[in-house]
Nanobody, 120 residues
């Protein structure tokens, strides 16, 4: 079983910063693409940022210039550095990963989510 666990969420004032972490565990041979998604009350889940195995990144227009996605392959961990936070960034943030096990099975996995609340 592959598990993804997010951490680092919390309450922050507008203009502040948070750093989210996503730790993957299990019989992992390789992690291909990874990404952060978020879902605010009354809205669909949306893509925030992705990073593939080659290090290429993509960002939603709403977070470009403010958020940075990165990954530490040695520790199977992904990060999202969030700067200049706005109240509109308030959401539950979810980690997603395409994971290959040692026996070749491919999984797309989700974490449980971590709450980010930005006060005005």
């Amino acid at each position: 079983q592959v598990q993804l666990v997010e951490s680092g969420g919390g309450l922050v004032q507008a203009g502040g910063s948070l750093r989210l972490s996503c730790a993957a565990s299990g019989k992992i041979f390789r992690i291909n693409a990874m990404g952060w998604y978020r879902q605010a009350p009354g809205k669909q889940r949306e893509l925030v940022a992705t990073i593939n195995s080659g290090g290429s990144t993509n960002y939603a227009d709403s977070v470009k210039g403010r958020f940075t996605i990165s990954r530490d392959n040695a520790n199977n961990t992904m990060y999202l550095q969030m700067n200049s936070l706005k109240p509109d960034d308030t959401s539950v943030y979810y980690c997603n990963a395409d994971t290959v096990t040692f026996w070749g099975t491919v999984y797309n996995s989700w974490g449980q989510g971590t709450q980010v609340t930005v006060s005005s």
